[in-house]
């Protein structure tokens, strides 16, 4: 297995610009989230999936989009990219333990994106 | 919501002295409290985490605490290695819905050999 992959590693967008930042894990897990790390803070999540075609906000969701259309991919869009948006971005995932209950969240390796 | 203090922000131990960094949350409803080990350039990791019906666990050199009166639970290494140098991060959710994880702002630990 990769486990959760996320691509590409860098990016670098000038301001009002698009981009969509891909996220897939082949490890069947049902749910799936998006964070960003900024310096000095920890995680915050933007977005996450309980399943195909379920998603919600996080704490912080303005400015992304997100979909779930596969078990395996979780793509995060910008829509128009601000320089407030430079950030590191995790995906992670997790899968339903037999209780019900998910279980532990695996990140992927991060996008680290800034918006000039 | 729920908010996660965590301290210090800056850990330095001499090699094979113990760390230990703190975290305290707001929310009672909170009962899922993992510890994610993240070094430079990689996502986290998770190291160890507790459910609110434990007090304690134990992995090897490392072992967590949880206080659930007291909204405080904190990550003790023993015997600390170069290798466990990283910044390390605390958590907390319901455990029904751990894909929302609250994060404490972590704690950069540097073990001198």
């Known amino acids: 297995n990769a486990g959760v992959t996320q691509t590409p590693k860098f990016q670098v967008l000038k301001t009002g610009q698009s981009m969509t930042l891909q996220c897939a894990q082949d490890m069947n897990h049902e749910y799936m989230s998006w964070y960003r790390q900024d310096p000095g803070m920890g995680l915050r999540l933007i977005h996450y999936s309980v399943g195909a075609g379920i998603t919600d906000q996080g704490e912080v969701p303005n400015g992304y989009n997100v979909s779930r259309s596969t078990t395996e991919d979780f793509p995060l869009r910008l829509l128009s990219a601000a320089p407030s948006q430079t950030s590191v971005y995790f995906c992670?995932?997790?899968?339903?333990?037999?209780?019900?209950?998910?279980?532990?969240?695996?990140f992927g390796p991060g996008t680290r994106l800034t918006v000039l | 919501g729920e908010n996660v203090e965590q301290h210090p922000s800056t850990l330095s131990v001499q090699e094979g002295d113990s760390a230990v960094i703190k975290c305290t949350y707001s929310?009672?409803?909170?009962?899922?409290f993992p510890w994610y080990k993240q070094e430079l350039g990689k996502g986290p990791q998770l190291i160890i985490d507790?459910?609110?019906?434990?007090g304690e666990k134990k992995d090897q050199r490392i072992a967590v605490t949880l206080n659930k009166t007291a909204k405080h639970f904190s990550l003790h290494i023993t015997e600390t290695q170069p290798e466990d140098s990283a910044v390390y991060f605390c958590?907390?959710?319901?455990?029904?819905?751990?894909?929302?994880?609250?994060f404490g702002s972590g704690t950069r630990l540097l073990v001198r050999p």
């Open positions: 507790i459910r609110s019906n434990v």
């Open positions: 958590a907390a959710s319901p455990m029904d819905s751990s894909y929302k994880l609250i």
């Open positions: 992670a995932s997790s899968y339903r333990r037999a209780s019900g209950d998910p279980d532990t969240q695996y």
């Open positions: 929310d009672s409803a909170s009962n899922y």
